[in-house]
């Protein structure tokens, strides 16, 4: 029902998953990361108490297929699973039960894994891949991005579009972007849109908020400055003017 990608970017170590269904709100349910850990989607007939309890093994120092093992072998139900996992060393590792929808399947390569069921076909999935592998050197948040466009592209869902995420952290125990389309008749293209208007608007401002370890300081006087003006009026657009 569901198709997405986990990746960790070489350069920073940023552990992040994107991901689009036919059904609303899939940001609330199938994306799961922790800094300096890893990075979960659970899909298909969705478990999310296997996302934390992959997390937790990783945690504890379990390689990203190992934990997946793990977690996969206490659940009754894993026939209807699809889960894609990275650890913080780029391991990744996915299981597709056999009795998920079709087309259903998945792609690991290096650093990230690729996973989709109820799909329009293997296309969806070999699109991800090559965008995803193609654009190395970009960043994270980039890369998952054009997996995304390209996995819709290709087909996406066979049951239609509503919604879609895009999340990632980086060293902190709060999320570097966490964006969500939680209804939307082109969710991917409006996650695009969102995403740009964020780099532009919401990162200044995380990257300005405190950081674990160091003495919380003020604001940037620019991004404050920005932030004062109407969503219209900021780089990027945006947003609505306050009524009269």
């Known amino acids: 029902m569901t198709f997405s990608i986990v990746a960790r970017c070489k350069e920073t170590g940023r552990l992040g998953v994107a991901?689009?269904?036919?059904?609303?709100?899939?940001?609330?349910?199938?994306?799961?990361?922790?800094?300096?850990v890893g990075a979960v989607s659970t899909q298909?007939?969705?478990?999310?108490?296997?996302?934390?309890?992959?997390?937790?093994?990783?945690?504890?120092g379990a390689a990203a297929p190992d934990a997946l093992a793990a977690v996969m072998a206490s659940d009754e139900a894993r026939d209807l699973r699809q889960i894609g996992v990275?650890?913080?060393?780029?391991?990744?590792?996915?299981?597709?039960?056999?009795?998920?929808?079709?087309?259903?399947?998945?792609?690991?390569?290096?650093?990230?894994?690729?996973q989709g069921n109820m799909l329009t076909g293997g296309e969806v999935i070999a699109a991800m891949e090559e965008a995803f592998s193609a654009s190395a050197g970009a960043p994270l948040d980039e890369r998952l991005m054009r997996a995304m466009e390209?996995?819709?592209?290709?087909?996406?869902?066979?049951?239609?579009?509503?919604?879609?995420?895009?999340?990632?952290?980086?060293?902190?125990?709060?999320?570097a972007l966490d964006l969500r389309v939680d209804e939307h008749a082109e969710p991917v293209t409006e996650l695009r849109r969102v995403l740009e208007i964020a780099r532009l608007q919401l990162v200044p401002f995380t990257e300005g908020m405190p950081k674990r370890g160091?003495?919380?300081?003020?604001?940037?006087?620019?991004?404050?400055t920005m932030l004062a003006l109407s969503p219209p009026d900021r780089p990027g657009?945006?947003?609505?003017r306050p009524r009269d």
């Open 237 to 240: 657009g945006g947003g609505s």
């Open 86 to 114: 990275v650890d913080a060393q780029g391991r990744a590792a996915v299981w597709s039960g056999a009795a998920c929808t079709q087309w259903f399947g998945h792609e690991i390569g290096d650093g990230f894994a690729v």
């Open 214 to 224: 160091a003495p919380p300081g003020p604001a940037p006087e620019t991004v404050t």
């Open 150 to 175: 390209a996995g819709d592209a290709a087909g996406g869902d066979r049951r239609g579009k509503q919604s879609s995420a895009l999340r990632i952290h980086g060293a902190e125990d709060y999320p």
């Open 44 to 60: 298909s007939w969705t478990n999310p108490y296997l996302a934390i309890a992959a997390l937790e093994a990783m945690a504890a």
């Open 19 to 36: 991901v689009a269904t036919a059904v609303p709100a899939v940001g609330s349910m199938c994306p799961f990361t922790r800094a300096g």
